[in-house]
């Protein structure tokens, strides 16, 4: 047995042994603090000497991921700590801590150093923990918190496919954002796709929220998404998108003559029977079939600008691509008057 004596003078002896213990000659219940190796301690004090009970402060943190930490569901484990205790007398490292995770009267853990404790709920409900602070004088001080558990319920399925019509080359935009769940934020959620509803999954879970996609043949698809929350609750969603078959885009332009030999080449009247977005290119001189040579690379503007340098007639040739790759040609013969060339 170890023996620590804080004064010298005539002396009140407390000798501590097991929790909750009556001592000897006084007029409360003091739980009674042990090192942690087990060994009884005895600490003496003066008979006007006032030890002041220690401050109790309890937090609580979870792992489920959400941002409010004193509520959560019946997988979620609860840490409970007591760390931020502290006494004007007893060392902060020597405070004792035990927890009562139902603040039924029943102590769900022993006194210990460590003033941290994790409990996982089997039932919902709203619930109190009590933790008691012990100082080594013997006084004991308490804190309390509140927390709500649930039952977790699977999340709520949803998301946006857009177009909803389109060709083998339309690119099809897919957000899962509207997909919420009632026990995990949003960004908990995983989600994977089967896009031709065969029953065969063409992603694997992740937390991503935008997707693309392309379809390679022409029919009615059926897109099916699962989104899975943390605990492995599932809900499945489905959409129809329409593939068509492509049909050739339809080239066509104007010229507007500018100034200086300067022209204006618009190719807005061009369409896709498909609605499906051009890129255009273009060639300002195009002597002929052999001609393999554009001035501008495929770009989504349907104006194109050039200034000829020396007047005389010209062959100009326009092509349209659209999101399929199927391609359409125009030719147009504009005569550059030496009015407006530029030497």
Do not use: C
């Amino acid at each position: 047995m170890e023996t620590k004596i804080l004064q010298t003078a005539a002396v009140i002896t407390l000798i501590y042994a097991l929790s909750s213990t009556v001592l000897a000659n006084s007029t409360s219940m003091l739980p009674i603090p042990s090192d942690d190796d087990g060994q009884t301690i005895i600490y003496s004090y003066q008979e006007d000497e006032t030890d002041i009970p220690p401050t109790a402060i309890l937090k609580v943190r979870n792992d489920s991921g959400n941002t409010d930490h004193y509520s959560g569901t019946t997988a979620t484990k609860f840490t409970f700590d007591a760390y931020g205790s502290r006494d004007a007398e007893t060392q902060g490292s020597l405070l004792e801590a035990r927890f009562d995770f139902e603040n039924d009267g029943k102590m769900d853990t022993y006194y210990k150093r460590t003033k941290l404790a994790t409990h996982v709920y089997d039932t919902p409900g709203k619930k109190t923990i009590r933790v008691e602070i012990l100082d080594k004088g013997g006084n004991v001080s308490e804190a309390f918190a509140e927390i709500e558990v649930v039952k977790n319920t699977p999340p709520h399925a949803y998301f946006e496919i857009k177009p909803k019509i389109g060709t083998p080359g339309t690119i099809f935009y897919i957000d899962t954002g509207k997909s919420t769940d009632s026990q995990y934020k949003a960004n908990l959620l995983d989600y994977r796709f089967d896009f031709n509803g065969d029953g065969t999954w063409d992603t694997k879970f992740t937390s991503i929220r935008f997707y693309k996609h392309k379809f390679k043949e022409p029919g009615l698809k059926n897109v099916i998404m699962e989104v899975r929350d943390p605990e492995n609750q599932t809900t499945l969603y489905r959409k129809i998108v329409v593939i068509k078959p492509n049909k050739q885009p339809i080239a066509d332009f104007e010229v507007r003559n500018i100034n200086n030999g300067r022209y204006e080449f618009d190719a807005s009247d061009s369409y896709d029977p498909n609605n499906s977005k051009l890129k255009y290119k273009w060639d300002f001189d195009y002597t002929g079939y052999d001609d393999i040579q554009w001035d501008t690379t495929l770009f989504t503007s349907n104006k194109g600008f050039y200034t000829f340098k020396i007047p005389g007639e010209y062959f100009v040739r326009l092509m349209v691509q659209d999101e399929d790759k199927a391609k359409s040609y125009k030719v147009l013969k504009i005569f550059v008057d030496i009015a407006w060339a530029v030497w």
